[in-house]
């Protein structure tokens, strides 16, 4: 199964500052129709997740454009550019190039 | 807007079996890929399984904690996603979503095994 490793898994960040969340694959993900099917989820508490950014870079409808993706192969990064406090909750990056897809362990987003 | 509204969860013995549904609004549902996905109390989210669009042979593949016990199907007229659990385990219990390929997803449905 294709690992995703995601790091930090905790980040304590102070309004208006930005926050990366870095994530790393066990391998390539980038599919024989060349795409590479990397997303990006966030999960508020008691609330189902909510897709943020997909194959790597492509902003979600109605996603705010402080939050970007960025990466390639197996090494890829979600920043927001300045935090509010509506982005607190857990953040994953997930794989839907390889069966079965996976998910990062999820990284913790919290306000200072 | 799409709209993903599972049903189907509850309460059940080791060894048990549920079905879970999944009614899609708002988009082509004969179109679409659909997902499981499932979250245990207080972990991360775990990929169950997907089926392919009729149009790309409605294929299914789960992952290997639920082979040969889950099912997933769909029935395109009704725009409804499936779940067939069977010889459920204390394991199993979690909140399960659908959705399309991560693109949207449902409330979820908890589902709890146990004794």
């Known amino acids: 199964d294709t690992v995703l490793t995601q790091t930090p898994l905790s980040s304590p960040v102070t309004l208006g500052q930005p926050a990366s969340i870095s994530c790393r694959s066990s391998?390539?993900?980038?599919?024989?129709?060349?795409?590479?099917?990397l997303n990006w989820l966030h999960q508020r508490p008691g609330q189902p997740p909510r897709l943020l950014i997909y194959?790597?870079?492509n902003r979600f409808s109605g996603v705010p454009d402080r939050f970007s993706g960025s990466g390639a192969g197996t090494d890829f990064t979600l920043k927001i550019s300045r935090v509010e406090a509506e982005d607190v909750g857990v953040y994953y990056c997930m794989q839907a190039t390889h069966l079965p897809y996976t998910f990062g362990q999820g990284t913790k987003l919290e306000i200072k | 807007e799409v709209r993903l509204v599972e049903s189907g969860g509850g309460l059940v013995k080791p060894g048990g079996s549920l079905r879970l549904s999944c009614v899609a609004s708002g988009l082509t549902f004969t179109n679409a890929w659909m997902s499981w996905v499932r979250q245990a109390p207080g972990k991360g989210l775990e990929w169950v399984g997907r089926i392919k669009s009729k149009t790309d042979g409605e294929t299914a593949e789960s992952a290997a904690p639920v082979q040969g016990r889950f099912t997933i199907s769909r029935d395109d007229s009704k725009n409804t996603l499936f779940l067939d659990m069977n010889s459920l385990k204390a394991e199993d219990t979690a909140i399960y979503y659908c959705t399309t390929e991560s693109f949207s997803w449902g409330q979820g449905t908890p589902v709890t095994v146990s004794s």
């Open positions: 194959k790597i870079s």
């Open positions: 391998q390539s993900l980038i599919y024989s129709d060349g795409n590479t099917y």
